[in-house]
């Protein structure tokens, strides 16, 4: 991962880091000490509103493909269209986890087509990949201990916080510390196979 952050940083390669975050309608159960028991209002969470995102860190820069119905092979192919049209020519590298839909033969042919590199994760390591804090941010920013009247109201929540990624200042500083390039690495593991 080092040699690609590298190359990101000289501007060799865009970086993005792509995976999806579903939101359910419902209570984002926040943490309140209280005297008395406190209910919450909250919806029915049968409805619910997809993202697909890929985050550049180095330009903080996101960029989505919405739903209310399912990500798929079609949605992931359509957020790599996105990307190569955003980034015009150049080299693009997406790390992604081993999901079946972003791992199928649909996505890997199109990529190649659109010469974008996909790295794909190392199975259950989703701390390697920093859209998955981002995903957390939006969850603590726009909807922890929030009612939503409707869906609707939930949905456009959601989205002012994504759009204001772009485009806000002080977001930008906040996203800033909290989805730093800093992997450890272990050259040497401490554990050992029986």
């Avoid at 209570?27 to 969470?45: I, P």
């Avoid at 922890?144 to 204001?164: A, G, I, P, W």
Wanted: hydrophobic residues 40%.
């Amino acid at each position: 991962m080092e040699p690609l952050i590298q190359e990101a940083r000289s501007g060799e390669t865009r970086l993005f880091f792509l995976d999806a975050a579903h939101f359910v309608y419902g209570a984002f159960q926040g943490y309140l000490w209280s005297f008395d028991r406190v209910f919450v209002k909250t919806g029915s969470g049968r409805q619910r509103f997809n993202v697909l995102g890929a985050y550049d860190p180095i330009n903080q820069e996101l960029v989505t493909v919405e739903n209310e119905d399912v990500v798929n092979s079609k949605t992931i192919c359509k957020i790599l269209h996105k990307l190569r049209y955003k980034c015009g020519l150049g080299r693009i590298s997406i790390v992604l986890d081993n999901a079946k839909y972003q791992h199928c033969d649909l996505v890997r042919i199109r990529a190649k087509k659109l010469g974008i590199e996909l790295i794909f994760l190392p199975a259950y390591s989703p701390n390697l990949n920093l859209i998955e804090r981002y995903w957390k941010y939006v969850k603590k920013t726009c909807l922890n201990s929030k009612y939503h009247s409707d869906f609707k109201t939930f949905k456009n929540s959601v989205v002012d916080c994504l759009r204001q990624t772009n485009i806000s200042i002080e977001v930008k500083a906040t996203l800033s510390s909290l989805l730093t390039l800093n992997f450890q690495n272990f050259k040497k593991s401490q554990i050992q196979a029986a």
